[in-house]
């Protein structure tokens, strides 16, 4: 579950990233740790870029900035701009367009038609459905219902 104060940072952190060229990808907040550490991954808009350290460093600054401003986080805490790698979790539009086709493994809850694990290809998504081919046929599994989506280590057609 993520905490509480992450629909707050990502609308101030969305604007910024995208002001320097940058897609969120991801932000956690880990309050586990002394002291909590927050973590922002970022990857330029441009596909053909990989992100640097100079892209992560610009991100850092002009957020830490913002989050100085308007002091939303109580206490002392630890910024992390990095690369979201090569995970296996789609998440950005954009891991649903550059994976089309791709085996994936959608975990729903509740469960569709009685299933909560859906193996196929991805075929994308829209505002309601994430759609996948199984053996040719179309399924959409209900958005609101989806978990997770991961990219499968195995063909099931």
């Given amino acids: ?18 002001q320097l060229g940058y897609e969120l990808v991801q932000m956690v907040f880990h309050t586990n740790q002394h002291p909590p550490i927050l973590r922002v991954d970022i990857r330029p808009l441009d596909p053909q870029q990989e992100t640097s350290h100079a892209d992560c460093e610009a991100m850092s600054q002009a957020l830490e900035a913002e989050l100085d401003r308007v002091d939303i986080i109580p206490g002392q805490y630890v910024l992390e701009i990095s690369s979201p ?20 493994e959608v975990t729903l809850d509740p469960p569709h038609k009685g299933k909560a694990l859906w193996s196929g290809h991805l075929l994308g998504r829209d505002e309601e459905n994430v759609m996948l081919s199984l053996k040719g ?12 989506v991961a990219l499968s280590e195995a063909e099931t057609e």
Avoid: W, Y
């Fill in 1 to 18: 579950m993520a905490h509480p104060l992450i629909p707050q940072l990502e609308t101030l952190a969305r604007p910024l990233a995208t």
């Fill in 85 to 104: 790698g090569l995970g296996n979790l789609l998440s950005s539009d954009r891991d649903f367009t550059v994976f089309k086709g791709f085996v994936v």
């Fill in 137 to 148: 046929r179309r399924v959409q599994l209900p958005r609101a219902s989806v978990q997770q």
